[in-house]
Each structure stands twice: as structure tokens, then as C-alpha cells.
Nanobody, 123 residues
Framework: QVQLVESGGGLVQTGGSLRLSCAAS????????MGWFRQAPGKEREFVAA????????FYADSVRGRFTISRDNAKNTVYLQMNTLKPEDTAVYYC????????????????WGQGTQVTVSS
């Protein structure tokens, strides 16, 4: 499994934007789908978005659909999460991961988790 490193998090105001990146280390994403998840204190890790290798299919949680856009550049071994119109409830540590098997919508289907990047949205 490759190592993933997330970056791009930070502190933004409500309505602001951030672009998260997830870079593979020690290999490539191969043909696997990739996902973004987030976890707030005291809560379970929550699905945010996923994208297949070809980028022909994307999936979003209802809470972020229309505001977030997942994309990937396989040549750069990088997946992105463009987050617009951020809300305080988007505050969490954001993780990317490699899809292994099963549903694209659940954390248990993913592996090779990155270390996470903190996103904090202030009022």
C-alpha cells in the first residue's frame, strides 16, 4: 500500500474555500478509487467524497454535495478536494484513503489512510 499525505487544511471563515491535496508517496494510486473522509472530535469518521480512477464517477455525501468537488490527477498521483462555501460543521480532520473493496461510501472499504489535515471553519 502507498503512503498518503494530506495537505491544504487551515482556518477559514464561513463561506470561504480550501483546496485539499492528497499525494501518494512510494508509489502510485494505481487503478483504485480514492476517497475523502472527515472526523470531528467525538464522532465517527464520515464519508465526504470518492472518485474512481477514471474520474468518470464521483460520489458525495449529501452534506457536501454542490459545495465540494473531488478530482484526481493520476499522472501526479494526487487527489484533490475543492471545498467551497465552507460551514462551521465542515470543521474536522480530513483524511484521504485508497479504496480496497466494497462500498465507496464507508470508511471500512478504504485503507492506506493519510495522517489527516485539519480544517477549521470559524463563524
Amino acid at each position: 500500500q502507498v503512503q498518503l499525505v494530506e495537505s491544504g487544511g487551515g482556518l477559514v471563515q464561513t463561506g470561504g474555500s480550501l483546496r485539499l491535496s492528497c499525494a501518494a508517496s512510494g508509489g502510485t494510486f494505481s487503478r483504485n478509487a480514492m476517497g475523502w473522509f472527515r472526523q470531528a472530535p467525538g464522532k465517527e469518521r464520515e464519508f465526504v467524497a470518492a472518485i474512481v480512477w477514471s474520474s468518470l464517477s464521483t460520489f458525495y455525501a449529501d452534506s457536501v454535495r454542490g459545495r465540494f468537488t473531488i478530482s484526481r490527477d493520476n499522472a501526479k498521483n494526487t487527489v484533490y478536494l475543492q471545498m467551497n462555501t465552507l460551514k462551521p460543521e465542515d470543521t474536522a480532520v480530513y483524511y484521504c484513503a485508497v479504496h480496497v473493496a466494497g462500498s465507496y461510501l464507508t470508511a471500512r472499504s478504504f485503507g492506506s489512510w493519510g495522517q489527516g489535515t485539519q480544517v477549521t471553519v470559524s463563524s
